[in-house]
């Protein structure tokens, strides 16, 4: 990120000791960057220094009237800013985990949308830093683009530069006849340099229609994210059911075709982790049907099997796949959790994914491996799926995944690092808290990784008893 420029930071909050609170973090945060932190308790108050000031960023609480019950509630607001810049990114609080909010929060413009928790500094400073590494890579983008611009034109001029300069000196040494000859190239060429100039204000303009049109399909496939993030569970609630516990998500895209699912239901937590099809967008409309399809298994079944076999019906049913060559053949893997904690006891049922358990003190993975069919695609209607039950001891873990982490490329030679190493990984750690193995993980990729592009969506989830 730019550290030379100042970032311009607005906090707009009726609650005063949280914005104090709220801005001594970010300005611990992100104390090498010139960022100049400044608090409203009301929107208008914000809106009366948005102009002179022109922040790039305001965290902005959805109702803000509490100090006053004249006060404008916080999508006014939202709008008022965008209507002033586009450019300033706006960040929504909200105490509340209704859907609905969110996902009007982003038709309204907003670039994310955090709810109001124990973790919550810890979420906000990372939409930040999401926001902000944004912002300056769309710099860094444009001014590349426009210095390629800028040499292209460059070039065509010196190279006419050139041609003229060289006739200039032939002229001196030219007959009348031979200078009424070259006079009319003169105009030749004056008229080709026209075209030159007209070519490059097409140029110009294609350009620009390109830079609309790519902005465009991003924003529109960044709202898409912000959708499927807020269909996603949220953590918190994941932690407090199973409190050592992590997930580690990165998607490959903007939008994952991989997804998580969590339900307490009948004295049972349910927990998965799901591959669909693909990544990027076509992923994501797979995994959004994955998900509304797997919670209505979860709320019709309490068996793993028959919560896939379900599952199965349902999303082949969505997606009207039939035997027919033309019919679809996107499908899911998944690997879905029972967990009663109170029997200690876990029921799992794959589809072509397995689970791991890491008993404790243990340097030995066991492994029980899914039916070796998918969800959806060929897969049969009827198919069904084996439930394997488990009972796990005080301090004893298991893990579900996609294929994304092993099959990563990197390392010293530029290959996969593959499940044998991916489990030496995790034999390895653990003498860690669940939170501390997630950070190793996550940070043991980025270096594998390094120079080399992510090849799918990686998610790994962790469960300690």
Not at 142 to 160: C, G, M, N, P, Y
Not at 272 to 280: E, K, R
Not at 436 to 461: K, M, P, R
Request: include cysteine.
């Amino acid at each position: 990120m730019n550290a030379k420029k100042e970032i311009g930071v607005f906090i707009v909050d009726d609650n005063r000791l949280f914005a104090m609170a709220l801005k001594g973090v970010m300005e611990a945060a992100f104390e090498e960057l010139r960022i100049t932190v400044s608090c409203f308790e009301t929107g208008e108050h914000c809106m009366e220094e948005l102009a002179e000031k022109n922040p790039q960023l305001v965290i902005l609480d959805y109702k803000l009237n509490s100090r006053s019950g004249t006060a404008a509630d916080g999508l006014v607001i939202l709008d008022q800013i965008k209507n002033h810049s586009q450019e300033i990114s706006v960040i929504m609080l909200t105490s509340s985990e209704d859907l609905h909010i969110a996902v009007t929060s982003f038709h309204h413009g907003a670039a994310d949308y955090v709810v109001k928790s124990e973790r919550q500094f810890l979420k906000i400073v990372a939409s930040i830093t999401r926001i902000l590494e944004k912002k300056e890579k769309a710099r860094q983008q444009k001014q590349k683009e426009k210095l390629a611009f800028e040499e292209v034109i460059a070039d065509k001029e010196s190279r006419i530069y050139s041609r003229e300069q060289e006739k200039r000196v032939k002229l001196e040494r030219l007959t009348t006849d031979e200078r009424l000859v070259h006079l009319r190239e003169s105009e030749r060429r004056d008229k080709e340099w026209k075209v030159i100039s007209a070519e490059k204000g097409e140029m110009e303009k294609a350009k620009m229609m390109t830079e609309e049109k790519n902005r465009s399909m991003t924003d529109s496939i960044n709202y898409a994210r912000h959708i499927q993030q807020a269909k996603l569970p949220l953590k918190e609630k994941i932690y407090t059911a199973l409190s050592e516990c992590f997930i580690l998500f990165k998607p490959k895209d903007i939008v994952s075709g991989d997804f998580y699912f969590f339900k307490e239901k009948e004295g049972k937590v349910f927990i998965a982790a799901a591959d669909c099809t693909g990544h990027g967008v076509p992923g994501a409309f797979l995994s959004m049907i994955g998900s509304e399809r797997l919670g209505l298994a979860i709320s019709s079944h309490s068996d793993p099997s028959e919560i896939l076999s379900e599952l199965n019906r349902g999303f082949k049913y969505s997606l009207r796949q039939t035997d027919r060559e033309d019919s679809s053949r996107d499908g899911m893997d998944i690997a879905l959790c029972a967990v009663d904690k109170e029997n200690c006891v876990i029921q799992f049922a794959g589809a072509n994914r397995p689970l791991w358990i890491i008993r404790k003190d243990s340097n030995i993975l066991e492994e029980i491996k899914g039916t070796k069919h998918g969800i959806g695609g060929l897969t049969r209607d009827d198919q069904s799926f084996l439930t394997h039950q488990v009972g796990l001891g005080k301090g004893d873990a298991f893990y579900i995944f996609s294929d994304g982490y092993a099959d990563s490329f990197g390392g010293t030679d530029g290959k996969k690092l593959m499940k044998k190493r991916f489990k030496e990984l995790l034999l390895g750690i653990q003498n860690l808290t669940m939170p501390g193995q997630e950070i190793y993980l996550d940070q043991f990729i980025e270096e594998w990784q390094a120079g080399t592009e992510q090849v799918d969506d990686i998610l790994v989830i962790g469960v300690r008893f």
